[in-house]
């Protein structure tokens, strides 16, 4: 299809265009990925260290900590790099520059994606990802084969859409509200920091929360236990353990959607 | 000729949201917020033709941005049409937006870290601009806006002059047929200016393109267009010829006179007398209505009561009768 | 040295901070948030268990409240140099009568006073009242408590001073400023109490600048630290903050001396 090649190639054009400009400034690009890397690290360093003391946080030891946060990693590192995009959309939709883009004879989202996409930023996520996986895949008892490997390529993917429709949801929030900083920071980031752990050592309006309203649940959690089988999940469901893709894929389309209605309502409203 | 672009009695009201004090303020306002209901366009209607160039000016606030943003499609209009060509602008982005250009005076749309040139090839593959067309195009354009020097420079480097002239260059690289210009000389020098304002004009009258374009330097206007659309509170308060608006509204006139020595000058009826050099009383200026004083008259008069060295009548600048009807000070007859 | 102008800024921050009262209380539902979350962390990992190495449930939490609350409170703005740096107003900066410094230790006072003030103790309330915190083990030590959170500061300030230096050389501090925040995070005690970090590594860490930031005042607040301890610690703590300001300090005079050669 001639629309297609020619939507891959202005893709090109601009990765191209990006890399270039990164490479402006080499080295603080790949400060940047170290930096990344560095900062996603401080919870795992932290777990590290608590566990050198307690040995298991309710049932987990090290490498299956490892292996819950490497789902977590791995998915946010995947989506950033399409969506590091929208990282900085409430600064746009301020400033004015989000019209530019409406000007343009190309899909919104589309353009947003690879506008200034920050890979070295997502190198240092989903690097941490990959690094915490190769720590613990072979350590936690899980055995490789086709079955599970479908499983976990699945649950990643359910994972990737999951995180890009919270951050969807987040940055089309930009649209309404002129500060989302201090929302974000308590119904988002609060939350990430902790997505990390088996959720069932929380107060249970927070496993709510996880599961229902920030699903982070599904993205490692749900996912990791069906691989590991640790104690903990009783009471909740079989089902849950495979929902990560249909649960990633609704949430998606309805953050999808909200995003097209705000892009409306934006054309009406003004700003 | 058929018209290229109708609007008719069209309107835009914008929500504000109203802010609430103190924190259980700010919490009603998240969950329920109030809004307060502003008028920026109110029923607007002109039509302009193919190869135009109108000047769109107001002071701010008075809805020229909206109304670009409405004629651009980016803003649905309350009430009203709108019909550019075959097109109706908010409903077919994808295609419409690839027939028109936009150039923010504000508002960059370059690399800021990359060479000039790379915007634009960028822009070349967002556009799916033929590459002859791409090539004629920019050696054209280069040419014109004297871009030689700088198209390889890092944008960063640039003068905000420079940076502009590149700005229109990459708004203008897909043969645009209509062309937006907001605030195209906003913060650049002089020269740049001129640059800018002559390769506007010449493209007009080379390319047949039509142009709108917004702008508070009365100089950009007077250089350029014949026409001129005046927006006040929402409203169009003008739309007519440069020269017409002296016509409508500049009926003011002014009479500087100096005398020999120092006169002590009785009234005249529907004259103002006025005394415009404090340190100097032997001048007097008298500022009339053309409709209520002849100035044969008036002059007949001053000749035969005083001994009068000099006499110097003048008609107001556009800039000020301008800034009177912004003001509400002169009402159209 | 007049000090009128910088109480005048310091004021300024400060009143425009009360501007913002929405984000407040977002930040310190925020704070507490972390420290819930934390907390139930920890119950999980004592099982039930009265103490764990001589270290109680209660003085984990008196750990978490005080230095996550003080971490929320002593925000300083890392960005303030690199940014004026960035859009060249530091030159007309340097032209102003006032010293420079002056004016960042003003801006960044009047900002941490306020947060102290109205998210650190509305914090400390919130949590002394729903998750039983220890009290300050006597007066004395919530004197000495108070002396040290103010030294904790300095020595948190001047590490962003020194940090913030580095502008005049780098196109972009984000990553380095950054990779700072992750060794402040992790070794001030604030993410992960001192008391569980290897026995090697506590003895390498009471003598960094980072435990001293929040962990030495936790220590004081909690009585684990006779008033020799104490004396020593405080007087590490100003070394501590003399060598990094001091460093700061030449990095600031060779970066002027840079941006007058180059002109910014």
Redesign the interface.
């Known amino acids: 299809m001639k629309i297609e090649n020619d939507t891959l190639f202005l893709a090109g054009i601009y990765m191209k265009t990006t890399m270039k400009a990164w490479f402006q400034?080499r080295i603080?690009a790949v400060?940047?990925s170290?930096?990344?890397f560095?900062?996603e690290?401080?919870g795992i360093?932290?777990i590290y260290?608590?566990l050198?003391?307690?040995d298991t946080?309710?049932g987990w030891n090290m490498s299956e900590m490892f292996f819950l946060f490497s789902l977590l990693f791995l998915t946010y590192g995947i989506m950033i790099l399409f969506f590091t995009g929208l990282r900085d959309f409430g600064g746009m939709v301020r400033s004015g520059n989000f019209d530019r883009f409406l000007l343009r004879p190309r899909g919104l989202l589309f353009q947003l994606i690879f506008v200034d996409a920050d890979w070295f930023a997502a190198i240092g996520q989903g690097g941490l990802g990959i690094v915490l996986f190769i720590l613990s895949a072979g350590k936690v008892g899980i055995e490789w084969n086709i079955e599970t490997i479908i499983y976990y390529v699945l649950a990643v993917a359910g994972g990737v859409l999951i995180q890009g429709a919270i951050f969807l949801i987040l940055a089309t929030l930009n649209i309404y509200l002129l500060?989302t900083?201090?929302?974000k920071?308590?119904t988002y980031h609060?939350f990430r920091?902790?997505a990390g752990?088996p959720i069932n050592?929380?107060?249970k309006a927070?496993q709510l929360i996880m599961i229902y309203v920030v699903p982070f649940a599904f993205v490692n959690y749900f996912p990791a236990q069906y691989l590991l089988r640790k104690p903990g999940a009783e009471e909740y469901s079989e089902i849950f353990f495979y929902l990560t893709p249909v649960v990633g894929s609704i949430w998606y389309l309805a953050a999808y959607l909200f995003w097209r209605i705000s892009i409306r309502w934006y054309k009406s409203s003004g700003n | 000729m058929p018209e290229f672009i109708e609007v008719k009695e069209v309107s835009k009201v914008f929500k504000i949201s109203k802010r609430s004090n103190?924190?259980p303020g700010?919490?009603a306002n998240l969950i329920m917020p109030k809004y307060e209901k502003r008028e920026a366009v109110r029923g607007v209607s002109f039509s302009i033709q193919q190869g135009e160039m109108i000047g769109f000016i107001g002071p701010n606030g008075a809805g020229k941005s909206t109304m670009i943003k409405m004629l651009s499609g980016i803003l649905f209009p309350d009430g009203g049409e709108i019909k550019v060509g075959k097109w109706i602008p908010y409903k077919q982005r994808k295609d419409y937006v690839g027939k028109i250009g936009v150039v923010f005076g504000q508002k960059s749309q370059l690399q800021w870290d990359l060479p000039v040139m790379d915007s634009f090839e960028l822009l070349r593959a967002i556009y799916r601009i033929p590459k002859d067309l791409y090539r004629r195009n920019l050696e054209r354009y280069i040419e014109m806006l004297l871009m030689e020097q700088f198209v390889h420079q890092p944008v960063r480097q640039l003068s905000l002059g420079q940076r502009m002239r590149a700005d229109i260059v990459a708004a203008l690289l897909h043969s645009p047929e209509i062309i937006f210009f907001d605030e195209p000389t906003i913060g650049v020098d002089v020269a740049g200016k001129e640059i800018i304002r002559n390769f506007i004009k010449d493209l007009n009258q080379q390319d047949n393109v039509t142009m709108l374009f917004t702008t508070h330097d009365m100089q950009d206007i007077e250089n350029t267009c014949k026409r001129l659309i005046i927006l006040d509170e929402g409203e169009k308060v003008y739309d007519g010829s440069l020269m017409g608006i002296r016509e409508k509204y500049g009926t003011t006139r002014q009479l500087d006179v100096e005398f020999n020595q120092e006169e002590v000058v009785k009234p005249i009826a529907n004259v103002e007398i006025l005394e415009p050099d404090e340190t100097d009383s032997r001048k007097r200026r008298f500022v009339f209505e053309s409709r209520n004083v002849q100035i044969n008259d008036l002059m007949n008069e001053l000749l035969s009561q005083y001994d009068i060295r000099d006499i110097n009548i003048s008609e107001p600048e556009i800039e000020s009768i301008i800034r009177k009807i912004y003001n509400g000070e002169v009402v159209s007859e | 040295m007049n000090i009128e102008p910088y109480i005048a800024y310091a004021k300024k921050t400060f009143l425009q901070k009360t501007a913002y009262?929405?984000?407040h209380?977002?930040?310190i539902?925020?704070t507490c948030?972390?420290i819930?979350?934390f907390l139930?962390?920890y119950?999980?990992?004592y099982l039930g268990r009265e103490e764990?190495g001589g270290i109680t449930m209660a003085m984990v939490t008196t750990n978490f409240v005080l230095s996550m609350g003080l971490d929320a409170a002593f925000y300083i703005d890392d960005f303030f140099l690199p940014g004026k740096i960035w859009d060249g107003s530091i030159a007309t900066e340097l032209l102003r009568p006032v010293s420079f410094k002056g004016r960042m230790i003003a801006e960044n006072l009047g900002n941490a006073f306020f947060k102290l003030l109205f998210c650190f103790v509305p914090t400390l309330l919130i949590c002394v009242f729903t998750i039983g915190m220890v009290p300050p083990h006597s007066v004395e030590m919530f004197g000495a408590f108070l002396l040290s959170i103010i030294l904790g500061y300095g020595v948190l300030w001047s590490i962003s001073f020194a940090v913030q230096m580095l502008a005049f050389w780098?196109?972009?501090i984000?990553?380095?400023n950054?990779?700072k925040?992750?060794f402040i995070?992790?070794l001030s005690g604030s993410?992960?109490p001192l008391w569980?970090?290897?026995e090697w590594?506590q003895g390498v860490l009471q003598f960094t600048p980072f435990s001293s930031i929040y962990f030495i005042p936790v220590q004081i607040y909690l009585g684990q630290l006779s008033f020799r301890e104490i004396f020593l610690r405080c007087l590490m703590q100003l070394i501590w903050i003399g060598i990094i300001y001091e460093l700061g300090n030449v990095l600031w005079k060779r970066g002027q001396r840079k941006l007058v050669v180059q002109g910014g």
């Open positions: 400034y603080d400060l940047r170290i930096a990344v560095l900062r690290s401080t360093i932290v260290f608590t050198l003391q307690f946080l309710s500060q900083d201090s929302l920071e308590l609060n920091k902790f752990y050592i929380f107060h927070i | 103190g924190v700010m919490i | 009262r929405f984000d209380l977002m930040n539902l925020s948030l972390k819930f979350i139930e962390i119950r999980a990992l764990i780098l196109v972009n984000w990553s380095i950054t990779i925040n992750v995070n992790v993410m992960i569980f970090m290897p590594m």
